[in-house]
């Protein structure tokens, strides 16, 4: 990429998508285990950093999915090196490496006129639902299953309805261990699935995509069976208004807000499946 006066703009290293996620700690966003080398599958070119002097300075991910669909997220100046410029340079060369796609993202309340003047239009709310520690729950759905390796096919498939490109690679490794994953069936076809991953604290589950509401409550229930005593974590599209009201029935509180943003026309794809997102990060 580029080399400049202040500093120089290139694609991360392994290594050091796992530091710009730890930077994501740093500042409270409460990352997964493991989560650096699952995102980096995604798009392993869409990890970039503004460097000064051998020193990471900011980063963004901008991932690419398919060929018409893009995400930005982990979008983090280092605190040493604010008030410089270099937020928006890493900024820059994500756009450019999204270049002429659809881009989405998850933006706080604070910053969305920013992204608004960049050409962003808000779609929806998505709002962070939060327990302390999950009470027990029945431990046994007949209509749930752990997901296997031969699972993957199917559940690829029926990812294409809720997600607007296809994302083998990186779902390929996202139902991997630390993350488990389960499905549920409908007269033999899978009509769902949820993946929960560790995070640094509790667990987060996303993406959980659901034909219907009574699989989306199957499946959120065998996921927090596994979990007794957790803090657990779903980021829930405002729109889903009774998966929110079951929420709350079993004891989640409202955290902070975020709007899904797009820069372009909004994908078509069968949000009303989607009851809680992968992750802020990779949309």
């Not at 392993?44 to 690419?64: D, K, N, Q, T, Y």
């Not at 261990?177 to 009509?191: E, Y």
Request: charged share 25%; proline share 5%; glycine share 14%.
């Amino acid at each position: 990429m580029s080399v400049a006066e202040d500093g120089q703009i290139r694609v991360l290293a392994a290594g050091e998508v796992e530091e710009l996620v730890d930077w994501a700690a740093l500042e409270g966003w409460n990352p997964g285990h493991g989560d650096a080398a699952a995102f980096r599958s995604a798009d392993p070119e869409g990890f970039i950093g503004c460097f000064v002097e051998g020193r990471l300075a900011a980063g963004i991910s901008a991932v690419r999915y398919g060929d018409g669909f893009g995400f930005i997220g982990l979008y983090i100046c280092h605190p040493d090196f604010r008030g410089r410029g270099l937020g928006r340079r890493v900024w820059e060369a994500g756009m450019a490496h999204l270049a002429d796609r659809v881009i989405g993202l998850d933006g706080v309340i604070e910053q969305q006129a920013n992204y608004g003047r960049m050409g962003f239009a808000p779609a929806y709310g998505t709002v962070r639902w939060s327990i302390d520690r999950m009470p027990a729950l029945p431990a046994s759905f007949a209509r749930c299953e752990a997901i296997t390796e031969g699972d993957l096919a199917e559940i690829l498939a029926l990812d294409r309805a809720f997600f607007p490109a296809p994302r083998e690679d990186f779902l390929s490794d996202w139902l991997k261990p630390p993350r488990r994953a389960f499905l549920c069936r409908r007269q033999g076809v899978v009509a769902g699935y949820a993946v929960m991953r560790p995070c640094l604290g509790g667990y987060k589950i996303g993406p959980l995509s659901a034909m219907d509401g009574r699989t989306a409550e199957d499946l959120l229930k065998i996921c927090l069976a596994n979990l007794k005593g957790e803090e657990v974590h779903l980021d829930v599209p405002e729109y889903q208004e009774g998966f929110r009201y079951l929420l709350g029935r079993l004891g989640f509180k409202r955290g902070f807000q975020t709007s899904r943003m797009y820069r372009g026309e909004p994908p078509q794809t069968q949000k009303t499946g989607v009851y809680a997102i992968t992750t802020l990060e990779l949309g």
